[in-house]
Structures are given as structure tokens and as C-alpha cells.
């Protein structure tokens, strides 16, 4: 089974102290470890999360099957308002790319498809953690939503756990890959952009 046949994801952030890179644990609706999002970042570049702010730096997300096979990427290069990142599968051939759009108290990730088309659009709520995903046709094909672990948790660390849930009837592949790598990534993504 690959790892974008599921149509539900549980994204589960691993707490690690002085960390310059994020780092999630993804998990299928069985609870099954599927896969992992890590950041990648080079020597450089952690240097400079030091003296620049980090909404303005580049960033690599690799998602990983339990094999550590690549199965896409998300990218952005240097950046100073609203970023363009792209999507790549994991031949590292460009699927897509999402752009970030200003609304006020409402965070908006358009994603497209290669050529440019509008596959869908990603919104947010205030508190920026629950998500509606539509299609071109601004017909609802998923959501995204925190996934509380308990109040204690989230007092005594920064960690994130979220699931993201897929209409099954959407099944493009290159769209389907572009949209999930969109929506698993959301929280670095947030992140980085701040």
C-alpha cells in the first residue's frame, strides 16, 4: 500500500530540545506508523535561523514511507511576504505548488497543479487550527483539525498532533499527492512563515 492511498492522516509532532528542524510522525486511522515529515536544513542554514528571521529563509520538507523512501517533497526558496512553495513527487519532478494568500485572521493556501490549474484551496479558521480543503468547484474534499492529547501535554510542550481526513471520491494522483503533502506539511509551513 502506498503511502498516499489513505484518506486519513494523524501528524504527531516529535518534542526535541534545541532543535533547529521540525520533525512529525505520521500515522494511518489504524494507528500504524505510515511515514514521517522531516526538515531538512544544511549546515548554513541553521546558522542563519539564528540571525535572520525564519519567515524569510528557505526550507525543505521531505515526507518518508517507514522505509525512508521519499514519497514528495515541499520547497521555498528565500521569501519576503506571501511565499510560493512547490511540490515535488519523489522522482523530484514538480507537481505543484501552493501559494500563500493574505486574509486577516484567516490563513488561505491555494495549491495548484503544474500547469498552473487551481487543484484546491486550503482555509483556515482564526486560531488557524481547523482547516477546510475544497476543490476548484469550492466543493469541501477534506478538513484538517487539532487533535488534542490532553491539556496537560499541551501545556509542558510546543508539540502538535493534527489529522487530516481526505474525501475518498478525490483521486487524482498527482492532485491527491499535491493536496496531502499540502495539508501534512500545514504546521511547518505555518511555522516557518512566522
Keep these: 500500500m502506498s503511502f498516499f ?7 504527531d509532532e516529535k518534542v526535541n530540545f534545541l532543535k533547529f528542524e521540525n520533525s512529525y510522525k505520521v ?3 489504524k494507528g500504524d506508523e505510515i511515514g514521517s515529515v522531516r526538515q531538512r536544513l544544511t549546515a548554513g542554514q541553521k546558522i542563519l535561523r539564528l540571525l535572520v528571521n525564519k519567515a524569510l529563509l528557505p526550507f525543505r520538507l521531505e515526507i518518508r514511507d517507514l522505509n525512508e ?3 514528495a517533497s515541499i520547497s521555498r526558496g528565500w521569501t519576503f511576504f506571501m511565499s510560493t512553495i512547490s511540490i515535488d513527487d519523489a522522482s523530484g519532478t514538480n507537481i505543484g505548488s501552493i501559494k500563500q494568500k493574505f486574509k486577516l485572521l484567516k490563513p488561505t493556501f491555494k495549491i495548484f497543479s503544474n500547469t498552473d490549474e ?8 482564526w486560531k ?4 477546510v480543503i475544497n476543490d476548484s468547484s469550492e ?3 477534506g478538513t484538517i483539525s487539532k487533535k488534542w492529547a490532553g491539556a496537560m501535554q499541551e501545556i509542558f510542550t510546543s508539540a502538535d498532533k493534527y ?3 481526505i474525501n475518498p471520491d478525490f483521486n487524482d494522483e498527482s492532485s491527491k499527492i499535491a493536496v496531502i503533502s499540502s495539508a501534512i506539511t500545514i504546521d511547518m509551513v505555518l511555522k516557518e512563515s512566522k
Design 118 to 125: 487551481l487543484v484546491a484551496v486550503i482555509t483556515g479558521d
Design 128 to 131: 488557524a487550527w481547523n482547516f
Design 69 to 71: 523512501e521519499l514519497q
Design 139 to 141: 466543493k469541501q474534499i
Design 5 to 11: 492511498d489513505s484518506n486519513s492522516y494523524f501528524i
Design 27 to 29: 500515522f494511518n486511522d
Design 163 to 165: 489529522n487530516v481526513s
